[in-house]
């Protein structure tokens, strides 16, 4: 059973906004593509470590991040900057540039997770909007109320490891504007305690910004199979007809107790469509989408979908169903072809 809001309650509240739509911008193509099929937001990053999907051939640069935010306002939406990992000893610069930076280009807003870099921005630049990343961890009202109280943040986004109720407490417990995943990959930690990587791979994702540097990255292909490795740790095998995606420590199979299987997580993407009443009725001020590291096709298949859907589901919540056609377009850019409700639901709470 989902935990969900009782249908009064749900009548009650559903006149709040419809939330925005925050989809994601890994370059130019994706942040155009995004914008045209209905994306309220789009939010972005530079082509360095001040941004966590620091990929080889993703981001921008100032003539790409020039155009997609002018392309963006022009049309009406708005882009927000990723400056979303922990500076560096000795190089802290680089992420008072990045700010610097998003406010010349004339980002709406930079999403923001650490304090320091949030004190920066609020002392340089008192006029410009702060959104606590994911990778700050915030899980309770308390810790958002102190970061308001500390920098003026006005959004912060909630880990993915909250049921609707919970998510509900720290909405009713704090002003400001609370923003939740609603498709994309899942990670198994609270985002930006992660150390897996750190582990096996010596790089930080919350410094560096990826979790699997591709130089990390070990193919190996044998007779009857393929093994993939991050540096010397073996985290996933193949048969020679099974399709190998790029490799997260998190999402290898491992053996355990002379099983082998996902043992920490599997593959498999959120998708929250059957619940977007409740997320409008309990006053979620937006929904995210994950895959800045996804190509632009996957960017246009799931705004286009999630734009049709909160549309629906604010329109006429108490009739509100899921069009199969979504859930199948949805399901063909899953991670596994798989889909899940997530810490959303907990049925044995």
């Not at 935010?69 to 939406?77: D, E, F, K, L, T």
């Not at 997770?113 to 006029?127: L, N, S, T, V």
Request: charged share 20%; aromatic share 6%; hydrophobic share 40%.
């Amino acid at each position: 059973m989902i935990d969900r809001l009782s249908p009064s309650k749900l009548q009650g509240e559903i006149m709040r906004r419809i939330p925005e739509l925050v989809c994601p911008a890994g370059n130019l193509p994706a942040l155009k593509t995004a914008v045209d099929n209905g994306a309220d937001t789009v939010y972005m990053g530079l082509k360095d470590a001040t941004n966590a999907r620091n990929f080889p051939g993703l981001n921008f640069d100032m003539k790409s991040a020039q155009e997609g935010v002018a392309y963006a306002h022009a049309r009406g939406r708005q882009v927000l900057m990723a400056i979303n990992t922990f500076a560096q000893a000795g190089e802290v610069k680089r992420w008072h540039a990045a700010v610097d930076t998003a406010v010349l280009l004339g980002a709406d807003a930079i999403i923001v997770a650490d304090p320091a870099i949030m004190a920066y921005a609020r002392d340089r630049h008192p006029d410009l909007r702060l959104h606590m990343s994911v990778q700050g961890s915030a899980t309770n009202y308390e810790a958002i109320n102190l970061m308001k109280e500390l920098f003026g943040i006005r959004r912060a986004v909630l880990p993915r490891v909250l049921t609707l109720s919970q998510v509900k407490h720290v909405i009713e417990n704090t002003d400001v504007e609370i923003e939740v995943f609603g498709f994309g990959s899942l990670c198994v930690m609270v985002e930006g305690r992660c150390i897996l990587s750190s582990y096996a791979t010596g790089e930080s994702p919350n410094m560096q910004g990826v979790c699997s540097p591709a130089k990390a990255v070990r193919w190996e292909q044998l007779p009857d199979r393929m093994d993939v490795r991050l540096n010397h740790v073996l985290i996933d095998r193949y048969n020679p007809q099974e399709p190998a995606g790029y490799p997260t420590l998190c999402k290898g199979r491992f053996e355990v107790n002379d099983a082998t299987y996902y043992a920490l997580e599997e593959p498999t993407s959120l998708n929250v469509l059957e619940m977007l009443p409740d997320l409008i009725g309990i006053g979620v001020a937006a929904i995210k989408v994950e895959g800045r590291q996804r190509s632009p096709t996957y960017t246009a298949q799931v705004t286009h979908t999630l734009r049709k859907a909160l549309d629906a589901a604010a329109a006429d919540p108490s009739h509100f169903r899921v069009d199969p056609i979504w859930n199948k377009t949805l399901g063909k850019v899953s991670e596994g072809h798989q889909t899940t409700l997530g810490a959303y639901n907990r049925p044995w709470k």
